[in-house]
């Protein structure tokens, strides 16, 4: 399991919306992050959705990053194209560990397609689409 500072993506503090690599293996992801009462999408106790998105965009960015091919190499920096079929049915609070599961489903150019999953105990709390344009190298 990657520690936090193996974690080779762009994002910087207060940004940084991954804490672990649990699981990179070909196409698959699965990132962890402890939700922390000073995060900066924390609002009336919750974890915010634009964090969850977040999340899932930075676990895909964790997974490109730790593969062979890109090992060393300076992270590129990604942004969000569109999201498709969100769906965010639970809010983590302070104190939560949720588990992202990403899945690259499709590689063109420089633009990637991730399905991502967020769970909080098992349970399902968020899901979308992701469409990623990566800037060139």
């Known amino acids: 399991m990657a520690s936090f500072k193996e974690i080779n993506i762009p994002q910087k503090p207060p940004m940084v919306m991954v804490n672990s690599i649990i699981e990179a293996s070909g196409t698959t992801t699965v990132t962890s992050f402890l939700v922390k009462e000073d995060n900066i999408f924390m609002?009336?106790?919750f974890l915010r959705e634009p964090?969850?998105?977040?999340?899932?965009?930075?676990?895909?960015?964790?997974?490109?990053?730790?593969?062979?091919?890109?090992?060393?190499?300076?992270?590129?920096l990604g942004f969000i194209g569109?999201?498709?079929?969100?769906?965010i049915m639970k809010l983590p609070?302070?104190?939560d560990k949720?588990?992202?599961s990403v899945t690259l489903t499709h590689e063109i150019l420089n633009a990637i397609v991730v399905v991502g999953q967020t769970?909080?105990?098992?349970?399902?709390?968020?899901?979308?689409?992701?469409?990623?344009?990566?800037?060139?190298?």
């Open 119 to 137: 769970r909080l105990n098992g349970e399902l709390i968020a899901g979308c689409e992701l469409r990623i344009f990566l800037e060139n190298s």
């Open 93 to 95: 609070k302070a104190g």
């Open 82 to 87: 569109a999201i498709r079929d969100l769906k």
């Open 98 to 100: 949720i588990i992202t």
């Open 51 to 76: 964090a969850l998105i977040e999340n899932i965009a930075q676990s895909a960015a964790a997974g490109i990053s730790s593969q062979p091919l890109n090992a060393g190499e300076k992270p590129k």
């Open 43 to 45: 609002e009336d106790g």
